[in-house]
C-alpha cells in the first residue's frame, strides 16, 4: 500500500504564494512521475504540474511561469511553488504519483486533496 499525505494548502489573498508538500510511504520501491492536479466543483480533474524521475516537466497552460514542481526522491516527495496566486486558481489540489510497490507493478496513486483559496 501506498499512503500520501499531502500538506500546505491553505487561504491567500491575490500576488501570494503558497507551497504545497506530498509525502509518499509504503512498501514502494520505484516512483516515475509526480505531480499535481487540481479540480473545482462541477469540473474535470486538470493538470497543474507533472515531473519525471528523469527530470521532465509538464504544466498547464494556466500556471507556467507561476509555478514549479519538485521533488525529493531521497524523501518520496514532491512539492508545488505557487507564485502570484490568482483567484482562479482556487481548488482542491491532488498529489498522483505513478509508483511500484512490493506486490504491484507501476501503477497511479492519488492523494486525498488539500484546499488552497485564493482572495481577491
Known amino acids: 500500500q501506498v499512503q500520501l499525505v499531502e500538506s500546505g494548502g491553505g487561504l491567500v489573498q491575490a500576488g501570494g504564494s503558497l507551497r504545497l508538500s506530498c509525502a509518499a510511504s509504503?512498501?514502494?520501491?520505484?516512483?516515475?512521475?509526480m505531480g499535481w492536479h487540481r479540480q473545482t466543483p462541477g469540473k474535470q480533474r486538470e493538470l497543474v504540474a507533472s515531473l519525471t524521475s528523469g527530470g521532465s516537466t509538464n504544466y498547464g497552460d494556466s500556471v507556467k511561469g507561476r509555478f514549479t514542481i519538485s521533488r525529493d526522491n531521497a524523501k518520496n516527495t514532491v512539492y508545488l511553488q505557487m507564485n502570484s496566486l490568482k483567484p482562479e486558481d482556487t481548488a482542491v489540489y491532488y498529489c498522483?504519483?505513478?509508483?511500484?510497490?512490493?506486490?504491484?507493478?507501476?501503477?497511479?496513486?492519488w492523494g486525498q486533496g488539500t484546499q488552497v483559496t485564493v482572495s481577491s
Open positions: 498522483k504519483i505513478k509508483a511500484r510497490t512490493s506486490n504491484s507493478w507501476f501503477r497511479d496513486y
Open positions: 509504503g512498501s514502494i520501491f520505484s516512483i516515475n512521475d
